[in-house]
C-alpha cells in the first residue's frame, strides 16, 4: 500500500533530550516536506526536500534539522526541544515540487508534548 | 508576500444541505491551487488540483472551482453527509517555488 509513514505517534519528552522524529515513504517520491501545525493555526512548513541531498528552510525552521540521505526517508531532529515546539507534526512527499501539480500524501501525524 | 484567506473560519450545517467554502489567494506568479481535506488528528488528504487553465473540478460531491483573474476559488459540497465534518485547507503554490503557502483552513460541522 502507497503511503508515508511516521514514527511514533505520540512522544513524549523534556527539555533538552535530543529526538528524530522518523518519516519514510514507499512511492519513490522525490519532494518531502515537514509541516507543524498547532490549535488554532494552519500548517506551517518547516523544512523540504526537492531531492537526495538537497534540504531547504520552510517558513519555521528554528529549532529542527533534517536530512535527505536517502529518497525514501526524511527524519526530522531536534537537537534540544523547548515547550514551544509542542505540537501535532505531519509529514508529507509528493511526486514533484509543489508546482508539479501533484498532491501531497500526508503521513498521520505525531503529536509531540514537551515538558 | 503570499497569502491564502479562507472564509468563513467555521460552518454549521444539516446533514444533505449544500455549502460552499472559500479561498482567496495572492500568491503570484501562480501554479495551482489545491483541496485537502483533514479529519481532526489526522493527516490531510487531497480532494482536488487546478491549474491556470481549469476552471472547475470535480471528485464526487466536492466541486472546486477558479477564476484566476480574481484569485479565488471556492469548494461546494454537495448533499452534505456526516462524514464531511472535517477541516478544508486550501493551498497555492505560485511557478518554480519549493513551498507552497496554506490557508488556516474552514471547519465544517455537519450535524444530524
Known amino acids: 500500500e502507497a503511503q508515508v509513514t511516521q514514527n511514533p505517534r505520540y512522544l513524549i519528552t523534556v527539555t533538552g533530550k535530543k529526538l528524530t522524529v522518523t518519516c519514510s515513504q514507499n512511492?519513490?517520491?522525490?519532494?518531502m516536506s515537514w509541516y507543524r501545525q498547532d490549535p488554532g493555526l494552519g500548517l506551517r512548513q518547516i523544512y523540504y526536500?526537492?531531492?537526495?541531498?538537497?534540504?531547504d528552510k520552510g517558513d519555521v525552521p528554528e529549532g529542527y534539522k533534517v536530512s535527505r540521505k536517502e529518497k525514501r526517508n526524511f527524519p526530522l531532529i531536534l537537537e534540544s526541544p523547548s515547550p514551544n515546539q509542542t505540537s501535532l507534526y505531519f509529514c508529507?512527499?509528493?511526486?514533484?515540487?509543489?508546482?508539479?501539480?501533484?498532491?501531497?500524501?500526508f503521513g498521520n501525524g505525531t503529536r509531540l508534548t514537551v515538558t | 508576500k503570499n497569502q491564502v484567506e479562507q472564509s468563513p473560519q467555521s460552518l454549521i450545517i444539516l446533514e444533505g444541505k449544500n455549502c460552499t467554502l472559500q479561498?482567496?489567494?495572492?500568491?503570484?506568479?501562480?501554479?495551482?491551487l489545491r483541496w485537502y481535506k483533514q479529519d481532526t488528528g489526522r493527516g490531510p488528504v487531497s480532494l482536488t488540483i487546478?491549474?491556470?487553465?481549469?476552471n472547475t473540478k470535480s471528485n464526487g460531491r466536492y466541486t472546486a472551482t477558479l477564476d484566476a483573474d480574481t484569485k479565488q476559488s471556492s469548494l461546494h459540497i454537495t448533499a452534505s453527509q456526516l462524514s464531511d465534518s472535517a477541516s478544508y485547507i486550501c493551498?497555492?503554490?505560485?511557478?518554480?517555488?519549493?513551498?507552497?503557502?496554506f490557508g488556516d483552513g474552514t471547519t465544517l460541522t455537519v450535524k444530524p
Open positions: 487546478m491549474t491556470f487553465s481549469e
Open positions: 526536500s526537492m531531492n537526495v541531498e538537497v534540504t
Open positions: 479561498c482567496n489567494y495572492t500568491v503570484s506568479p501562480f501554479s495551482n
Open positions: 512511492m519513490n517520491h522525490e519532494y
Open positions: 493551498v497555492v503554490s505560485g511557478q518554480g517555488a519549493g513551498k507552497s503557502t
Open positions: 508529507a512527499s509528493s511526486l514533484g515540487g509543489p508546482d508539479y501539480n501533484s498532491p501531497l500524501h
